[in-house]
């Protein structure tokens, strides 16, 4: 199993700011994702956090919006850039290991409140 | 969307009884894993079935998987208050690699 922390684990932000989140592991993963689960919603992959390379998002995600750092194998940050009200959510990391088919192990989410 | 469904959307049940959530999906998958989310907080996995299975257990768990079907059971037996959660099947299809897509999810009641 892994161990994943995540910071903030909580915050509100004014419409029109940006918020950076961190999502630590462990150990060494190759595969890190970021999700995001709108209130009483299940989750919505947003993209997979890529070691050395840019993020691959999922349809109705963009990079300006969502922008995403992978600078080790250990760890990941997911911008959420120019706030509305929408994007009030919780959003989780997860890791896991590339073509095993084995579990993801989440992060505690960090929830986010725009006001 | 390729989002599972599952159903009930919600359950209440009284504590010692036994809840059945079930998941349906839309595509050929690799896995289909089952996962308990308390309050808006992480995701705590709790079992993974492989496509060539077709039952498994874990405690008080009971999870099957027709593939025929396209879909999944989880089975808790004599529940208890702290079951009280939401529970989410997410697939991991053939063709998406590593990636997951979680269904609609069930809100679990137990009463005590």
């Known amino acids: 199993s892994a161990v994943i922390s995540q910071k903030p684990s909580r915050d509100i932000c004014q419409r029109g700011t940006s918020l950076t989140i961190q999502c630590q592991v462990d150990s060494q993963v190759t595969m890190m994702f970021w999700y995001r689960q709108q209130p009483g919603q299940s989750l919505t992959l947003i993209a997979t956090a890529n070691q050395g390379s840019e993020a691959t998002y999922e349809s109705g995600f963009v990079i300006d919006k969502f922008p995403i750092s992978r600078p080790n194998l250990t760890f990941s940050t997911l911008t959420v850039s120019n706030l509305s009200p929408e994007d009030s959510s919780i959003y989780l990391c997860s890791v896991g290991r590339r073509g095993l088919q084995e579990t993801q192990y989440f992060g505690p989410g960090t929830r986010l409140l725009v006001l | ?112």
């Open chain 2, 1 to 112: 969307s390729q989002q599972g469904e599952e159903d009930p959307q919600a359950l209440s049940i009284q504590e010692g009884e036994n809840a059945t959530m079930n998941c349906s999906y839309k595509t050929s998958i690799n896995n289909l894993q089952w996962y308990r989310q308390n309050s808006g907080r992480g995701l705590v996995h709790l079992i993974l079935i492989r496509s060539n299975e077709r039952e498994k257990h874990s405690g008080r768990l009971r999870v099957t998987l027709d593939t025929s079907k396209k879909s999944s059971s989880l089975l808790i037996t004599a529940s208890r208050a702290a079951d009280t959660a939401s529970y989410f099947c997410a697939t991991e299809w053939k063709s998406s690699g590593d990636k997951l897509t979680f269904g609609t999810g069930t809100r679990l009641a137990v009463r005590p």
